[in-house]
């Protein structure tokens, strides 16, 4: 017969072990949730802290379970090994010091190539926590850990001295496009000629970063035909590049290619997006014509709220149902989900607060 003691017991150890469970859970999800939305265009600065708030208390219950919560987070890991869950793997290695964890959870990201939860995992600790990774990695042998280094010296804007000499020459091209990138935001003018040597690699990412790096240091004449050629080409860069192209300038020059670019239906909504970038807050009668077309709504609604952040909070000026905006709409969009804005409401909220 079990005791009433040994019934508290019991039950409180299930309790324990259902709340790690759920920590476990909720930091993978909310991590990778505020990763998403750190990719939007452009991203929401509020509810991406927000969703960080939320993070560290479920990182705080993990503090507190401490080795205890590996069988749910390695349990989570093997059912659904995407980005958030290597972020917890990640965060707990580090955080408890367990370098043989930490070797686990890099194998096993490698072998999926997931990389963004690791440097995320490194990015949400502090430097001197993870300082003796860095400098290993730096120089390992594995591209792979190279290149997680780089990612970690990009997250907390660490200079990694003269091993990023030998890292914007490295021969891996995503390592090496990854190092030129940190040299662009660490402004290493020392670097510049590498730079410009990168530029006639034959590996698109690396002309690319390469690219934008030159701009950062103000040789956006140098980059200016690639970056172009780059944000034309599409992909997960696009917008990288065409902001780095709009830098190179010159402006009148920029607003010409652009105008070209809105005579084709398959540039113009990099064009629209590409408007927006330039910061004139008057162009805002323009872009409320050009929500009202399917082809560059999406581009014009982000174009809208990197001019006019505030507008986030009039959360009735947009909508996620293309079908909302009529049978054009509907379809060209199909069954798509899509941020929009609603353009009638948008120009009531100009009318209303005088603006542009």
């Known amino acids: 017969m079990v005791s009433a003691g040994e019934q508290l017991f019991v039950s409180a ?44 208390i479920n990182l705080d219950g993990l503090r507190i379970a ?47 190539d997931e990389r963004r939860g690791l440097i995320g995992a490194m990015g949400w600790h502090k430097p001197a926590k993870i300082a003796h990774l860095v400098r290993d990695w730096l120089v390992a042998p594995d591209a792979f850990k190279r290149y997680l280094a780089v990612g970690a010296c990009l997250e907390h804007g660490v200079d990694p001295s003269k ?5 914007v020459n490295d021969p891996d091209a995503t390592t090496r496009a990854f190092a030129l990138r940190l040299a662009g935001r660490l402004k290493r003018a020392d670097l510049a000629r590498e730079m410009a040597s990168a530029l006639e690699s034959g590996h698109g990412i690396v002309r ?16 200016r035909a690639e970056l172009r050629k780059a944000a034309v080409a599409g992909g997960p860069d696009a917008l990288t590049a065409l902001r780095g192209a709009i830098k190179a300038g010159p402006d009148k020059d920029v607003r010409t290619w652009m105008g070209g670019l809105m005579k084709s239906a398959a540039t113009a909504p990099l064009a629209v997006r590409g408007i927006g970038m330039l910061g004139d807050r008057a162009i805002l009668p323009w872009l409320i014509e050009r929500m009202k077309e399917p082809n560059v709504a999406v581009a014009a ?10 507008a986030r909070a009039e959360t009735k000026m947009f909508t996620v149902d293309p079908t909302d905006l009529g049978p054009a709409f509907a379809e060209f969009f199909d069954d ?20 542009a």
């Open 66 to 112: 401490g080795a205890a919560a590996w069988p749910a987070a390695e349990r989570q890991l093997k059912d659904f090994p995407d980005k958030g869950e290597f972020f917890v793997i990640g965060w707990m290695a580090i955080e408890q010091g367990d370098p043989s964890r930490m070797e686990e959870g890099v194998a096993a990201a490698k072998d999926v």
């Open 301 to 310: 609604c982000a174009a809208f709220l990197e001019l006019f952040p505030e």
């Open 163 to 167: 091993l990023l000499d030998r890292l």
């Open 336 to 355: 798509e989900l899509v941020g929009i804005a609603v353009p009638d409401r948008v120009e009531s909220w100009r009318a209303q607060n005088r603006v």
């Open 208 to 223: 690319l970063w390469a690219g934008w790096a030159l701009t950062e240091l103000g040789s956006g004449d140098l980059a």
């Open 13 to 56: 150890r299930r309790v324990a072990v259902e709340a790690v469970r759920q920590h476990v859970e909720q930091a993978a999800f909310l991590w990778a949730q505020r990763d998403s939305w750190g990719q939007k265009d452009p991203p929401d600065e509020t509810v991406i802290g927000e969703i960080g708030e939320r993070i560290e």
